[in-house]
């Protein structure tokens, strides 16, 4: 239609220079490349210009399109980035159960929160806008994630602008919006202790799916995978059809300018399961790839560790009771704790680690000087030397964090389909753009292409060990431990370590993030190295990873860990050595 109004007048943009015009609703003429409004004038085939030639078009008339918008919720708008969300998971190989889990889960969000299937919605216009709820929105929606270098870094944050987070005004954010509801939906769940649904929220049900699914992705690989762009989160409204168009205060909603934290979305699945008074999940047994058991068998693989640890950490894992299929399997109605299967297993590891090797910047050294001999006495059979693992990992580690801070450099932010703040601003925010995106074009034209974000193939491992091109480093995996330490039946550690246990009480109070700053001069340089090892592999905090440690040390040595901190404060600072028979 546009196109036989507009045919035969070829001038160009005043603004633009482009010849590119559609006519609007109201009967004018605008540049569809800059959005510049004039009015039409007359083609004529004299050069004079006479002032009496100009006309104006008002062929068309002012009546509303109502087939290319239609009023429409903000629960739809999220159960819209849910489904690409699941799809996004079954293309990754999800079971379709899953899917069929989350929508049973959103349906009975829905109910609870009275925005369908009830009696009774809770819709209204007679609400109003609630700073209160805006601000607690957006602490969920912008929080920053902590690095898992330090429990004080920067996370994965856009960057910061002049304007307001939603790149307008607030004046115009509390009088515009696109949905019907954002106003209602906001201040209706203002008194409610579920608060209102929000996109960190939509990643807490999608792992809750998982979970009830038994699927082999832990929250540490749901996390990745977000990150990596393969499931739908940042920009998750350009997935939204052409009939919902977000704008104005809907970007409060949609809108997100950080990735949440590991800590986080267990934290709002953990508020998810109790609000909608889930039932017990079904159990991790020893065979479900979700079990501590097997995800350390997973990480031994990925740290470069041997084959031969495997044994000895479900050894330990059996005597702390961690193996236990009640102790993984999610209870809401009976036991308020989420299990942390991926922070459990490297847990696990870790101490299997101290008390084969001690940890403590001197056993692990010397056992390794030990390892060398043996390995040049017998060089046909590889004796594993913690020297030589910790070069080859630290090396790889530090390539992995260049590597994705320069990803995270070269990622790009903003999102192709802008949410305006109002409509006679849509002009201008699409103009800038436009401006922007010309200036990058033409500076990349002058010094050469810059490289985009590369984007990989999703992997469970972000090492990779072996022989050939693109690998980390070489194998460790078929060497052996068993020539240089040994575990007997009727004793825990080997008999040249003296197992060292963490501070109960600091421990217990780093639940709250207080005191992990103080822990740290005093804890071993190499066990602090090991905790930021697994903190990157899983993205957590170190904190949350000591937390982990510490648990398991607790669920293993019981009341011996009271007696043997006591031993350690009162007679010396040297740390004893772990009695037979525990």
Same mark, same amino acid.
């Given at each position: 239609?546009?196109?036989?109004?507009?045919?035969?007048?070829?001038?160009?943009?005043?603004?633009?220079?482009?010849?590119?015009?559609?006519?609007?609703?109201?009967?004018?003429?605008?540049?569809?490349?800059?959005?510049?409004?004039?009015?039409?004038?007359?083609?004529?085939?004299?050069?004079?210009?006479?002032?009496?030639?100009?006309?104006?078009?008002?062929?068309?008339?002012?009546?509303?399109?109502?087939?290319?918008?239609?009023?429409?919720?903000?629960?739809?708008?999220?159960?819209?980035?849910?489904?690409?969300?699941?799809?996004?998971?079954?293309?990754?190989?999800?079971?379709?159960?899953?899917?069929?889990?989350?929508?049973?889960?959103?349906?009975?969000?829905?109910?609870?929160?009275?925005?369908?299937?009830?009696?009774? $919605?809770?819709?209204?216009?007679?609400? #109003? +806008? &609630?700073?209160?709820?805006?601000?607690? *929105? =957006?602490?969920? @929606?912008?929080? !920053?994630?902590?690095?898992?270098?330090?429990?004080?870094?920067?996370?994965?944050?856009?960057?910061?602008?002049?304007?307001?987070?939603?790149?307008?005004?607030?004046?115009?954010?509390?009088?515009?919006?696109?949905?019907?509801?954002?106003?209602?939906?906001?201040?209706?769940?203002?008194?409610?202790?579920?608060?209102?649904?929000?996109?960190?929220?939509?990643?807490?049900?999608?792992?809750?799916?998982?979970?009830?699914?038994?699927?082999?992705?832990?929250?540490?690989?749901?996390?990745?995978?977000?990150?990596?762009?393969?499931?739908?989160?940042?920009?998750?409204?350009?997935?939204?059809?052409?009939?919902?168009?977000?704008?104005?205060?809907?970007?409060?909603?949609?809108?997100?300018?950080?990735? $949440?934290?590991?800590?986080?979305?267990? #934290? +709002? &699945?953990?508020?998810?399961?109790?609000? *909608? =008074?889930?039932? @017990?999940?079904? !159990?991790?047994?020893?065979?479900?790839?979700?079990?501590?058991?097997?995800?350390?068998?997973?990480?031994?693989?990925?740290?470069?560790?041997?084959?031969?640890?495997?044994?000895?950490?479900?050894?330990?894992?059996?005597?702390?009771?961690?193996?236990?299929?009640?102790?993984?399997?999610?209870?809401?109605?009976?036991?308020?704790?989420?299990?942390?299967?991926?922070?459990?297993?490297?847990?696990?590891?870790?101490?299997?680690?101290?008390?084969?090797?001690?940890?403590?910047?001197?056993?692990?050294?010397?056992?390794?000087?030990?390892?060398?001999?043996?390995?040049?006495?017998?060089?046909?059979?590889?004796?594993?030397?913690?020297?030589?693992?910790?070069?080859?990992?630290?090396?790889?580690?530090?390539?992995?964090?260049?590597?994705?801070?320069?990803?995270?450099?070269?990622?790009?932010?903003?999102?192709?389909?802008?949410?305006?703040?109002?409509?006679?601003?849509?002009?201008?925010?699409?103009?800038?753009?436009?401006?922007?995106?010309?200036?990058?074009?033409?500076?990349?034209?002058?010094?050469?292409?810059?490289?985009?974000?590369?984007?990989?193939?999703?992997?469970?491992?972000?090492?990779?060990?072996?022989?050939?091109?693109?690998?980390?480093?070489?194998?460790?995996?078929?060497?052996?431990?068993?020539?240089?330490?040994?575990?007997?039946?009727?004793?825990?550690?080997?008999?040249?370590?003296?197992?060292?246990?963490?501070?109960?009480?600091?421990?217990?109070?780093?639940?709250?993030?207080?005191?992990?700053?103080?822990?740290?001069?005093?804890?071993?340089?190499?066990?602090?190295?090991?905790?930021?090892?697994?903190?990157?592999?899983?993205?957590?905090?170190?904190?949350?990873?000591?937390?982990?440690?510490?648990?398991?040390?607790?669920?293993?040595?019981?009341?011996?860990?009271?007696?043997?901190?006591?031993?350690?404060?009162?007679?010396?600072?040297?740390?004893?050595?772990?009695?037979?028979?525990?």
């Amino acid at each position: 239609m546009d196109g036989d109004e507009t045919e035969g007048f070829t001038e160009p943009c005043a603004q633009c220079s482009a010849v590119s015009w559609a006519v609007s609703e109201e009967g004018r003429f605008y540049c569809t490349s800059c959005h510049n409004i004039i009015e039409r004038t007359k083609q004529t085939s004299s050069t004079e210009f006479a002032a009496s030639t100009r006309i104006s078009s008002i062929a068309r008339s002012k009546t509303k399109k109502t087939g290319s918008r239609c009023q429409w919720m903000i629960c739809e708008g999220f159960q819209v980035i849910l489904r690409h969300q699941a799809d996004a998971l079954l293309n990754l190989g999800v079971c379709s159960q899953f899917k069929d889990v989350l929508c049973q889960f959103w349906r009975k969000y829905l109910q609870k929160s009275r925005q369908a299937y009830t009696n009774n $919605p809770i819709r209204s216009t007679n609400f #109003k +806008l &609630a700073p209160s709820c805006v601000q607690d *929105l =957006d602490s969920e @929606s912008s929080a !920053p994630e902590s690095s898992v270098m330090s429990d004080s870094g920067t996370g994965d944050e856009l960057p910061s602008s002049q304007h307001s987070r939603s790149g307008f005004a607030s004046d115009d954010c509390s009088v515009y919006s696109g949905s019907e509801d954002v106003a209602t939906y906001l201040s209706a769940h203002q008194k409610s202790a579920q608060g209102p649904m929000s996109m960190p929220r939509t990643l807490a049900l999608c792992w809750l799916a998982l979970l009830w699914t038994r699927e082999a992705l832990t929250l540490a690989d749901l996390l990745r995978l977000v990150k990596e762009g393969h499931v739908p989160y940042v920009n998750a409204h350009e997935c939204f059809p052409k009939e919902i168009r977000p704008q104005g205060r809907d970007s409060i909603v949609f809108r997100v300018e950080s990735y $949440p934290s590991h800590q986080m979305v267990h #934290k +709002l &699945a953990l508020k998810q399961a109790a609000y *909608l =008074d889930l039932p @017990s999940f079904p !159990p991790i047994s020893h065979c479900c790839l979700l079990h501590p058991n097997l995800l350390t068998l997973r990480y031994l693989m990925e740290v470069n560790l041997p084959d031969e640890l495997y044994d000895w950490v479900c050894r330990i894992s059996e005597q702390s009771g961690s193996a236990d299929v009640e102790v993984n399997t999610f209870q809401p109605g009976i036991k308020n704790v989420l299990p942390l299967y991926d922070v459990k297993a490297a847990a696990l590891i870790i101490v299997t680690m101290k008390a084969l090797y001690g940890m403590d910047d001197r056993t692990e050294w010397d056992l390794s000087s030990d390892a060398g001999d043996k390995n040049k006495e017998h060089a046909e059979v590889k004796v594993f030397s913690i020297r030589r693992w910790y070069r080859l990992v630290q090396n790889a580690l530090t390539r992995a964090k260049q590597r994705q801070q320069e990803e995270r450099a070269r990622k790009q932010w903003k999102p192709r389909k802008p949410i305006f703040p109002s409509e006679k601003d849509a002009s201008c925010v699409v103009k800038r753009r436009r401006t922007v995106e010309q200036l990058q074009s033409l500076f990349g034209n002058l010094s050469g292409s810059a490289p985009g974000p590369e984007h990989h193939p999703p992997s469970s491992f972000r090492f990779r060990w072996g022989e050939g091109e693109g690998v980390d480093g070489p194998s460790m995996h078929r060497q052996r431990v068993g020539g240089i330490v040994s575990m007997s039946e009727d004793t825990l550690a080997p008999p040249k370590v003296q197992y060292w246990l963490l501070n109960s009480w600091k421990c217990n109070s780093n639940r709250h993030g207080i005191l992990y700053k103080q822990l740290v001069p005093t804890l071993p340089k190499s066990f602090l190295w090991l905790l930021e090892l697994f903190s990157f592999l899983l993205d957590v905090k170190p904190s949350s990873m000591l937390e982990g440690v510490w648990e398991v040390e607790q669920r293993l040595f019981g009341r011996a860990a009271h007696r043997l901190r006591r031993a350690r404060e009162n007679k010396s600072n040297k740390p004893p050595e772990v009695p037979k028979g525990l």
